[in-house]
């Protein structure tokens, strides 16, 4: 069982920056694949980014790419998304996600989720 807790989450102009954490209970995080989807006002949850349980493999939604990036500190924990040059799009409900199989764009791969953070960007 893993439990996932996003911070980060605010308010912020086009063009600026935010980082999200996502903290993970238990001593197996360093086994789990990790991904952040995001979630605007009535769409669908979307892929944003994904590690694999050692860091060694990152990907990206196209739309994200060159501005997000995603990283992990197994010592705490802890996974993250930077996101420079946010766009007013970006805004949405931030999710993390855990995988106890492999890094996956798609969200019903994923095992368990945190509650989401909320980013939005103003234009």
């Known amino acids: 069982q893993v439990q996932l807790v996003e911070s980060g989450g605010g308010l912020v102009q086009a063009g600026g920056s935010l980082r999200l954490s996502c903290a993970a209970s238990?001593?197996?995080?360093?086994?789990?694949?990790m991904g952040w989807f995001r979630q605007a006002p009535g769409k669908e949850r979307e892929f944003v980014a994904a590690i694999s349980w050692s860091g060694g493999s990152t990907y990206y939604a196209d739309s994200v790419k060159g501005r997000f990036t995603i990283s992990r500190d197994n010592a705490k924990n802890t996974v993250y998304l930077q996101m420079n040059s946010l766009k007013p799009e970006d805004t949405a409900v931030y999710y993390c996600?855990?995988?106890?199989?492999?890094?996956?764009?798609?969200?019903?791969?994923?095992?368990?989720w945190g509650q989401g953070t909320q980013v939005t960007v103003s234009s």
């Open positions: 238990g001593r197996t995080f360093s086994s789990y694949a």
């Open positions: 996600a855990a995988d106890t199989v492999v890094a996956d764009r798609r969200p019903y791969e994923y095992d368990y």
